[in-house]
């Protein structure tokens, strides 16, 4: 059955708690263009609408587009 594993604990001396978590590193040329992005907006009269529609369709369609 598959729920018999749920019940099953690791035992604590298998937990290494050494080692580090996973962190992954940001593209700085995506967070760059993204800034610039933003400043141009903000200087830019009537276009501080684009804004939260490009961070809303980034995150939506690509979650992780920042990181790649």
């Known amino acids: ?3 018999e594993n749920k019940n099953k604990f690791i035992p604590i001396e298998r937990i ?3 080692v580090k ?3 992954p590193k940001f593209n700085n040329k ?3 263009l993204l800034l610039g992005f933003v400043g141009v ?3 830019t009269p ?5 804004i939260p529609i ?7 369609f690509k979650p992780l587009w ?3």
């Open 21 to 23: 978590t996973y962190k």
């Open 46 to 50: 009537f276009t501080n609408w684009l």
């Open 16 to 18: 290494n708690l050494q």
């Open 54 to 60: 490009v961070f809303k369709s980034l995150t939506k």
């Open 41 to 43: 907006c903000l200087v």
């Open 66 to 68: 920042v990181y790649s």
């Open 30 to 32: 995506k967070r760059l």
């Open 1 to 3: 059955m598959k729920h």
